[in-house]
């Protein structure tokens, strides 16, 4: 089976080719077979993989050296552990998934967009694959970058609207930020300790000083911060849901955003040695969540408030890696990649029955029209209250009681946060499908439930969200915390925290409680009336998003423009060049002053040469003095 | 060859005097200008021939000279070059000298007598065969200058030349006599000064050479001495420039090594300063003013003033170095400049704007004054290039010290470029219709072995040097 | 004061004042007139040093030649009268001045000097300035000179005839 | 002998080229040169003796200047470089007509043929002799062909480059008389042991030339105005190969000639570096014009390369020397697309164009893949090359590095804003009537985008030829 | 006579020769005032050849008669330098009937 492992990002690298290149002649069928098969293919394989890392644990595996310096040498090669084939198993799972969702969703577009759509998508899925099976951090910022770079084509794969076109190139400048920081952790490694594949990495912490590893940790992180869009760098993933909707759920909610996770829950050993670094994931994380929740309550796009979301859960995720809970953020990554995808293709059911409406406002009782769409997306906004036996409870709950044992009050944000998960779902939820239609004429016409190869994704997915949770049952609920047991090997770090099971089941108490007062208050709150009016005073700042842009716009982006313009109009063309063109025009002004002495006079030019005779003589009579003069200064 | 200072006058010296007698006697019988031409190309071979039957041993006349001439290696080459680069200019040119006026052969006439100057300043070993040599050579350009006598330009270059020549001369006078008043001699003979300059305060000696080092500046046109060049180079007919700014120029530099190379010890450190003051102020003068010209013979000219800021570099270091050199400047200059001053003559509009459009016109024309322009302007590839190789290298081999000075002068090299390529510029680059006279298919062939040899030396100057040697 | 010294006093007096004269008088024709003067002084000096030799070719060449072919010319062109336009004061001044310097900063020189202190030309004796002995000398010693000159005179001949005759 | 064919095979193919008449046959001809010295060096680097990688022979004699040339690695990569370069050039400017053209593809030849000494000369007059005669080509390819100020621009460029590399050569004549035999040859400068202060001072005589060559901020201000001005085939000569040519030189001839005078200046350099990357990329920020704005990146991509030269570790000169072939590679793309999009609209002004993606599909596809090789993504072989200098930057300083590395972040922001410009949003009157690009430009696109791929994925051979 | 006594007297001439020269704008007179600097040198060579004379020890009593000889030949050079600069000025006369150096200045810059 190893032998095959090169397969699977292979398969979608080949699918990709197939769909680029000939994207002009096939039909829209084939195209979506090789597309989807690819995936399927590679998701079989990793599933194959899955059960023999599960028997016999994990393995490197070289190919060859992308760089072999003296000193330096950095393999292509893939690990493939419990961690990564976990992963492997997301990405091709859910993958295919929504390729099999966007053969329907993306079928009006024409043939060779189309192509394109796949081909991208299926890079996509290659890049992500990288990612998580590179046995080094070099292969993983290949995989990082590249699904940087899907992300932009995909968000702006309607390039006609030039909104979209900057909302991709934000995304990609945004991850690229972040990018930055990832490289300068990767040389940080280099400088220290010459290597940057995991194992030796790991191996070789001890010859890392505290600060090596506080910086590298950090540095990590503000990668992750891009890539996952936390505070200061998610402001792009909002603005993202200009793609289509598969692949804000694929890319912006399932996969791509969840790679800070992967990285740092892959770097966990380099994590938990830095306090300081632990503590600033834990606030940032904690920050997001908090943050992106308070925004999501006034939006009115569909997707929007889904997309913050995503940012608040990503918070999550890292408030869980910031508290030492691994293994509880990659299963919130697991949980929340099948209802967040769930809800996005729900809302993307949603908004293909509207014909590409995504305002909330105009939408409304779509239960009747949607039957399917409406029951698994209620699934998925249960689970991603937190409500049991549905998988997002478990997976919080884990954070939550993490984050209990490190600091009460990280706890309190979070459950407060959780609170505020529940109310702007649920009051997506009654703004959508409950109360009365609020479209035109035409749209109500033409209300009708999704073709089958939306609903089944759908379908699958909200099975999964509701039995999600299952695969890691705490033992304070009689479970064995098998994915726990299953990760231990992968995360050597994770310290578990004993708590009473009395706390455990107060602490879930509390926050299942919370979340079903959220939820009741925004049934009954949006199902009659939901917000058609603009919003004022405060919830105002919310709509804006806090007016974050705008700062961004007036800190950033502007002083950046104009010191370009002034660097551009002033500096190089009066300065430097100035400057340059001063030499000639030195050249040309002596060349007219010293033309005067040519005065075409002979006395004149006697008178000269008579001058010059005399300071001749004066130089010799005076030539030790002179050249005194000059080796003394020159 | 050994220096045989007793024993024998160059053929050099009396084939050149002879045929300028010829050539004037021959003016009375042949009357047709390509006759005169004609007649004035076989003088030239014949002065070739026995110039080079006496370099190669095979026939002099012996005459005893009693130290007035010296005869060496590098004089002898010298005058090779020399004849050899007349020949070329007479070849290329000899139309245009008849055309000049109405005495063809007297123009050839004093043309031989002026070579006759410098081949007696190639091979002087006493002041008076110096003073002499040096008025043999100008006297004729006097006349040659001014012989466009219906044209003021010309007449004004003419007195112009000839009073601060004569100035000159006076400067010239007075320093012989100092120098003889100090040394009681006027051969040049290897300064003792090794402890002879410790001695008293001296003066005559020195202030005497620095009498002669301005005068033979001026004939070099160093500044400050230089003001005459422009304006004789551009009122005296353009065929006799070109014999003037090559030949003759190349002459006083000969005469200058000559002289200091034995006799520089006597300026003592003043010398460290003299020549560098020199250097800088001869290459700001040519090369900053030859910039705002609008006349191509004039920016010659302003170019030429120039290129003696580069072959004084010479100076620095006479003995092997900067004699190489110097040769090599004299060939890779002179063709250049004959080569540009051919074209030059055969162009109806002097200034820039004429050059407009040549290399449509006439695309041979542009393409060899491309080259030579190049070489005067030293890019490598191109004689020019080796040619000034050799002064830096010369400088710099004197004294490292010296680098600020080389880096002077190349940066000075840089702004000629600004001039030069002007020139190219509108050959190749602007609109318009370059007028020129009627060009010969024999006048192409000539422009193109120049640009030839240009390139030959500028890949290979070691055959030239080689000869040097042989 | 010996004799000598009276006529050396004497002549010098005369050479400098008629030289300045030359450059003083408004009238070219006494210019050419001094000049022939500052000659005559010089030629006493020959005298003086027993250079019999040149003394009179001086006379005969400078003053008697040379500056009849001056004065022929001044005739020729009727120039006796001041028709010379005058160069402007400050430009006469910054030559006397410029002139003056040179002069004294080679004179300062030349009393500095101690290679010359105490060294004398002779007077009055010595016979290396008589015609026999010079003419002994040019023709062995300085042949090649003087037959190079010949080259001089011809190209100076043919430069008058190209340039003076009339087209 | 073969560095002596690589020089003789493009000089005397262009020589011969100013006496066709047929434009046609002068642009296969040109074509057939450059697959004939591709195919040469290809087999110089894998398949020739090794001995037949160097010439010797006796030139200036008397001046101890010999004629001699070795194929070391960085000169074999350079002139596959070169040869490469050229090759697909030809290829891309097939289609356009040039007045005149035989003088065109003669001269564009005898660039080739000086870029060639340049890479492999060992002996310095000899270098410095080539380093003119790849100048005075690209003299008038620029003057002849080009925009409308194209004569005052070239001429400002001809004499900053002239005058810089006349420094040079009093460095070259200083070092010669050091040498103990009085030679030029590159053996015997390295072999000198020169005084520090000697070194403070030759170090800048020579670095200006080949700064003013590179170019580096602040000696840059010619390049912009002559790649904008000048006719693009010649553009890509001179930013693909001509650029490298200082970096080359940097490295063979002031990197080891002058270590110590390397160290004292390293941090004056490197600071000027990455104040030339962040400068030049703020201003590409600002671009409005496409062949302006690839200028300024350019200056920003060499800044680096110049910065990691001198951070004097294995691993940032390792980047360096591979980016020089990467950084070729991409630029050429880079104009080529520039050049497409010229011909087709008319136009190069960023606010004049729009939507070409629609019209050029294809040609959209290229220019994304080399706008993400621009930027040094992974997969793309740039990313190798800036990953290893900003590696090797970082062992240096790590403030520096920081600095330098915001030019993955700047670059991105220019080269998608010139791409999203270009081809995205909607089709403006301009762009209405574009059609795809021609085979010849596809082919050459296509060549270049599987070498930047291949050698991002697989960078080995570049390593193991330029060791 | 002290040598200096002559250096001085001829310098002095030397000098009033180059005052006229810049002083004056008739190219005959400036012509004339070279002729005074050339007298002067010819002065000073013939006092010089006395001097070298007078210090021979030996009984060589040819010593300093080269400086007679120069002077000599100063004169030949300077009479046909007359002839030649006097041909020129007539020259000049004839197209523009002036001598005023200062009347010929189109060649300049």
């Not at chain 1, 849901?241 to 996770?261: K, Q, W």
């Not at chain 1, 984050?403 to 109310?423: E, M, S």
């Not at chain 4, 015997?188 to 800048?204: A, D, E, G, T, V």
Request: hydrophobic share 55%.
């Amino acid at each position: 089976m190893n032998q095959l492992v090169y397969l699977i990002p292979l398969l979608p690298l080949i699918g990709f080719l197939i769909n680029g290149l000939l994207r002009k002649s096939l039909s829209k069928s084939v195209i979506a077979i090789i597309g989807s098969g690819v995936i399927l293919a590679s998701f079989v394989i990793s599933l194959v993989l899955f059960f023999q890392v599960k028997s016999s644990g994990g393995q490197i595996i070289n190919y060859f050296n992308l760089i072999n310096l003296d000193k330096l040498v950095i393999p292509f090669a893939f690990q493939i552990d419990q961690l990564s084939s976990l992963f492997l198993l997301i990405i091709t799972g859910i993958g295919f998934l929504i390729h099999l969702y966007s053969a329907a969703y993306m079928h009006e577009e024409t043939n060779e967009h189309y192509g394109r759509y796949f081909a991208y998508l299926n890079l996509f899925v290659f890049s992500m694959l990288l990612l998580v099976m590179g046995a080094n951090y070099v292969i993983m910022f290949f995989g990082w970058e590249g699904v940087g770079l899907c992300s932009y084509l995909l968000i702006g794969f309607w390039f006609k609207n030039d909104n979209y076109n900057y909302a991709a190139k934000k995304a990609f400048i945004m991850n690229r930020i972040g990018d930055l920081g990832f490289l300068l952790a990767v040389f940080w490694m280099i400088a220290k300790i010459g290597t940057v594949n995991y194992t030796d990495v790991f191996a070789a912490t001890s010859n890392f000083s505290s600060a090596d590893i506080t910086a590298i940790t950090i540095l990590l992180f503000i990668g992750a911060m891009g890539k996952s869009a936390q505070i200061p760098l998610y402001t792009w993933l909002p603005d993202a849901m200009a793609g289509p909707t598969p692949v804000s759920a694929l890319i912006h909610a399932a996969t791509m955003v969840t790679a800070g996770i992967y990285m740092i829950t892959r770097s966990n050993i380099l994590y938990s040695l830095s306090e300081v670094t632990q503590h600033l994931v834990a606030i940032v994380g904690l920050a997001t969540a908090l943050f992106a929740a308070t925004i999501a309550i006034k939006q009115n796009d569909i997707k929007k408030v889904l997309a913050y979301s995503t940012v608040s859960q990503l918070g999550y995720m890292f408030l869980g890696l910031g508290v030492g809970a691994y293994t509880g953020a990659v299963f919130h990554v697991m949980t929340h990649a099948f209802f967040k995808a769930l809800l996005f293709l729900g809302a993307g059911s949603v908004i293909h029955a509207m014909h590409h409406e995504q305002d909330m406002r105009k939408m409304g009782g779509l239960k009747k029209y949607l039957p399917i769409t409406h029951i698994t997306f209620l699934v998925g906004c249960i689970a991603i209250s937190g409500i049991p036996p549905f998988s997002g409870f478990f997976s919080k709950d884990e954070i939550l009681a993490a984050a209990y044992a490190k600091n009460p009050i990280y706890w309190g944000i979070g459950v407060a946060t959780a609170a505020l998960t529940a109310f702007y779902m649920f009051r997506l939820y009654a703004t959508t499908f409950l109360g009365n239609f609020r479209g035109s004429h035409e749209q109500a016409h033409h209300l009708h439930e999704s073709p089958s190869a939306m609903t089944i994704p759908l379908i699958v997915l909200a099975a999964l969200s509701v039995v999600g949770g299952f695969f890691n049952v705490p033992e304070v609920l009689g479970g064995h915390s098998s994915l726990h047991q299953f990760l231990s090997p992968a995360i050597t770090s994770e310290v578990v925290h004993e708590a009473s099971h009395s706390t455990e089941y107060m602490l879930m108490g509390i926050s299942v409680a919370v979340a079903v007062i959220a939820i009741v208050i925004a049934i009954n709150k949006f199902s009659k009336k939901p917000e058609l009016q603009d919003a004022q005073g405060f919830a105002k700042v919310l709509e804006n998003k806090w007016y974050v842009d705008e700062l961004y716009d007036n800190i950033i982006v502007k002083p950046l423009n104009s010191l370009g313009s002034f660097f551009k109009n002033i500096i190089e063309r009066r300065g430097i060049d100035g400057m340059v063109n001063g030499v000639g025009k030195l050249v040309n002004y002596s060349a007219r002053q010293l033309r005067l002495l040519q005065s075409g006079l002979v006395g004149g030019y006697i008178l000269f040469m008579v001058l010059a005779i005399i300071v001749l003589i004066y130089v010799w009579i005076n030539d030790n003095h002179i050249l005194s003069f000059f080796y003394k200064y020159f | 060859m050994p220096e045989r200072a007793e024993l024998g006058v160059m053929n050099a010296i009396i084939f050149s005097a002879l045929i300028g007698v010829v050539m004037m006697l021959g003016g009375i019988v042949i009357k047709s200008n390509a006759g005169i031409k004609l007649l004035a190309i076989i003088l030239l071979f014949i002065l070739l021939g026995s110039h080079l039957a006496e370099y190669y041993d095979l026939f002099n006349i012996h005459i005893q000279t009693h130290g007035m001439l010296a005869k060496s290696r590098f004089g002898m080459f010298f005058n090779t070059i020399i004849i050899s680069l007349t020949l070329l200019y007479v070849l290329l040119s000899g139309d245009e000298i008849v055309k000049v006026g109405t005495y063809g052969a007297e123009y050839f006439a004093l043309i031989f007598f002026s070579l006759c100057g410098a081949t007696i300043l190639s091979s002087y070993n006493n002041l008076l065969m110096l003073f002499l040599g040096v008025e043999i050579m100008t006297i004729p350009l006097f006349v040659l200058t001014s012989s466009e006598k219906k044209n003021l330009k010309s007449n004004e270059a003419g007195l112009k030349y000839f009073l601060m020549g004569s100035f000159s001369t006076g400067i010239l006078l007075m320093g012989i006599a100092l120098y003889y008043g100090g040394t009681g001699l006027f051969a040049i003979e290897a300064s003792k000064a090794a402890n002879e300059a410790q001695q008293a305060f001296r003066i005559l000696l020195p202030l005497g050479l620095l009498f002669i080092f301005i005068s033979l500046s001026f004939k070099v046109s160093a500044a400050p001495f230089h003001f005459w060049t422009p304006d004789v180079y551009d009122g005296a007919p353009s065929v006799f420039t070109s014999f003037m700014a090559t030949i003759v120029k190349t002459a006083g530099f000969i005469a200058f090594i000559k002289l200091f190379e034995l006799r520089s010890v006597d300026m003592g450190y003043s010398w460290k300063i003299l020549l560098p003051l020199i250097i800088i102020l001869t290459l700001l003068a040519g090369n900053i003013t030859a910039v705002f010209q609008q006349s191509v013979k004039r920016m010659l000219a302003y170019s030429s003033i120039a290129h003696a800021g580069f072959m004084l570099f010479a100076l620095y270091n006479p003995n092997d170095f900067g004699k190489q050199g110097i040769m090599l400047y004299t060939v890779a200059y002179s063709l250049a400049t004959i080569g540009t001053f051919a074209v030059l003559t055969k162009m109806k509009d002097y200034t820039y704007e004429g050059y407009n459009g040549l290399a449509k016109t006439k695309p041979v024309l542009a393409a060899t004054n491309t080259i030579f322009i190049l070489s005067l302007a030293g890019i490598p590839l191109t004689a020019g290039f080796f040619a000034k190789y050799y002064m830096l290298a010369s400088a710099l081999k004197e004294s490292t010290s010296n680098l600020w000075l080389v880096i002077v002068a190349v940066l000075f090299a840089a702004v000629s470029v600004y001039y030069y390529f002007r020139v190219i510029q509108a050959m190749y680059f602007k609109d318009g219709n370059a007028e020129t006279t009627e060009i010969k298919p024999f006048f192409k062939t000539l422009l193109i072995i120049i640009a030839a040899l240009i390139i030959v030396i500028g890949l290979m100057p070691s055959l030239l040097l080689d000869l040097f040697y042989a | 004061m010996a004799i000598t010294e009276i006529i050396f006093w004497f002549l010098s007096a005369l050479a400098v004042i008629s030289a300045i004269m030359v450059v003083l008088s408004k009238s070219p024709v006494h210019s050419v007139l001094w000049l022939i003067a500052v000659f005559f002084a010089i030629s006493g000096h020959y005298v003086l040093l027993n250079a019999q030799f040149i003394a009179i070719v001086n006379i005969i060449v400078y003053a008697g030649a040379i500056m009849v072919l001056f004065l022929f010319v001044l005739m020729l062109m009727n120039l006796n009268k001041e028709t010379e336009p005058q160069k402007n004061l400050w430009m006469k001044l910054t030559g006397v001045v410029s002139g003056g310097c040179l002069l004294i900063i080679l004179i300062s020189l030349v009393r500095q000097a101690t290679e010359i202190k105490g060294k004398i030309a002779v007077t009055k004796t010595g016979d290396i300035g008589l015609i026999k002995v010079l003419g002994k000398e040019l023709f062995s010693s300085y042949v090649v000179p003087f037959e190079i000159s010949s080259v001089l005179f011809l190209s100076a001949m043919i430069g008058a005839v190209v340039i003076g005759k009339k087209d | 002998m073969v560095p002596v064919w690589l020089i003789l095979i493009p000089l005397l193919t262009g020589l011969v080229s100013f006496g066709l008449q047929n434009a046609k046959a002068v642009k296969a001809w040109a074509l057939f040169s450059t697959i004939i010295s591709t195919t040469l060096i290809i087999a110089g680097i894998y398949f020739l003796n090794p001995s037949s990688l160097q010439f010797n022979a006796t030139w200036l004699k008397l001046l101890g200047s010999n004629f001699s040339f070795k194929l070391d690695g960085m000169s074999k990569m350079l002139c596959l470089l070169t040869a490469a370069s050229f090759l697909i050039i030809f290829i891309a400017i097939n289609k356009n007509e040039y007045k005149n053209s035989k003088s065109f593809y003669a001269l564009m030849l005898l660039m080739q043929a000086g870029f060639m000494g340049v890479f492999t000369a060992t002996d310095a007059l000899l270098f410095y002799f080539f380093w003119e005669l790849a100048l005075i080509p690209a003299y008038f390819l620029c003057s002849m062909w080009g925009g409308e100020k194209r004569i005052q621009v070239t001429f400002k460029f001809f004499v900053y480059t002239f005058a810089g590399s006349l420094i040079m050569l009093c460095g070259i004549i200083y070092l010669y008389f050091q040498t103990p035999n009085q030679t030029f040859s590159l053996e015997s400068f390295y072999n000198l042991h020169l005084s520090n202060k000697q070194q403070y001072i030759l170090f800048w005589l020579f670095f200006i030339a080949f700064a003013i060559k590179m170019p580096m901020f602040p000696f840059h201000t010619w390049q912009p105005d002559t790649y904008e001005q000048s006719s693009t085939g010649v553009t890509m000569a001179l930013s693909g190969v001509m650029a490298k040519m200082g970096i080359f030189a940097v490295i063979r001839w002031v990197v080891p000639i002058f270590p110590e005078a390397v160290n004292h200046f390293s941090n004056i350099v490197i600071i000027l570096s990455i104040i030339g990357i962040v400068y030049a990329s703020l201003i590409a920020i600002r671009q409005d014009d496409i062949k302006r704005l690839i200028a300024y990146s350019s200056i920003a991509h060499i800044s680096l390369m110049c910065a990691a030269i001198f951070s004097q570790n294995n691993t940032a000169m390792q980047g360096v020397l591979i980016q020089m072939f990467n950084h070729g590679i991409v630029v050429i793309g880079l104009w080529i697309v520039a050049d497409a999009v010229e011909q087709q609209v008319g136009t190069r002004k960023l606010s004049e164009l729009g939507g070409l993606a629609q019209k050029a599909p294809a040609l959209a596809i290229f220019i994304v893949v080399l706008a993400f090789a621009n930027v040094a993504l992974p997969l793309a072989s740039s990313f190798i090359g800036e990953f290893l200098m900003l590696s090797g930057l970082f062992q240096y300083n790590i403030i520096m590095a920081a600095i330098a590395g915001t030019t993955i972040i700047l670059s991105s922001i220019y080269t998608l804003n010139m791409v999203q410009k270009i081809f995205y949003g909607n089709t403006v009157t301009l762009t209405e009537k574009a059609v795809d690009i021609s085979g010849n430009i596809k082919i050459a696109l296509t060549i270049l985008v599987i070498i930047i791929i291949v050698l991002g994925v697989y960078p080995q051979p570049m390593f193991n030829l330029v060791k | 006579m002290p040598i200096q006594y002559y250096i001085i007297l001829a310098l002095v001439l030397f000098c009033i020769g180059i005052i006229g020269v810049l002083i004056r704008r008739n190219a005959i007179i400036i012509f004339m005032c070279i002729e005074l600097m050339l007298n002067a040198a010819n002065l000073l060579l013939v006092a010089f050849s006395k001097m070298h004379n007078a210090a021979a020890t030996a009984n060589n009593t040819n010593v300093g008669i080269e400086g007679q000889l120069f002077v000599f030949f100063i004169m030949v050079v300077a009479a046909a330098e007359v002839s030649i600069g006097l041909a020129i000025i007539v020259m000049m006369f004839r197209n523009v009937h002036s001598i005023d150096i200062n009347f010929l200045n189109r060649l300049k810059n």
